[in-house]
C-alpha cells in the first residue's frame, strides 16, 4: 500500500509540473514531453523489482525463486531496505537522470 501512496503522490506532483510548464511555454508539446520524461522517470525509481536487483549481479539472469522472495520480505521487515544505496545504482540512475534532465531541458527551454 505504501508503493501505491508514492505512485500516487509522485504522479499529482508531476501533474503539476506539466501545468507549470504549460503555462510557463504555451506549448502542448512541451507539456506531452515533460509528462513523457516524467512518467519514464517515476517508473524508473519506483516499479522496478528490488528483490531481484538485490542478488548479487551474477545471478540476474536467472529468476527469483519462491524462497528467496520470501526469505526477502521477511529479512526486510520494513519498506525502507527498497531505497538502500549501492553504489553503482547510484552512479548508473545519477548518469540516467542527469542526462535526461538536461536533454528535457533543452527541449524546454529552446
Excluded at 48 to 53: I, K, L, R
Excluded at 78 to 106: D, E, G, H
Aim: one cysteine or more.
Amino acid at each position: 500500500m505504501a508503493e501505491d501512496a508514492a505512485l500516487k503522490s509522485s504522479l499529482v506532483f508531476l501533474a503539476a509540473v506539466v501545468v507549470v510548464v504549460g503555462i510557463a511555454t504555451h506549448s502542448f508539446t512541451n507539456m506531452a514531453v515533460t509528462y513523457l520524461v516524467g512518467v519514464f522517470a517515476i517508473a524508473g525509481v519506483l516499479l522496478p523489482d528490488w528483490c531481484f536487483f538485490d542478488r548479487d549481479f551474477s545471478r540476474w539472469t536467472s529468476p527469483v525463486t519462491a524462497e528467496e522472495r520470501e526469505s526477502d520480505r521477511i529479512s526486510t521487515g520494513s519498506q525502507l531496505r527498497r531505497f538502500r544505496i549501492y553504489p553503482i545504482r547510484l552512479i548508473v540512475y545519477t548518469i540516467v537522470y542527469s542526462f535526461a534532465l538536461y536533454k528535457w531541458w533543452k527541449f524546454i527551454s529552446s
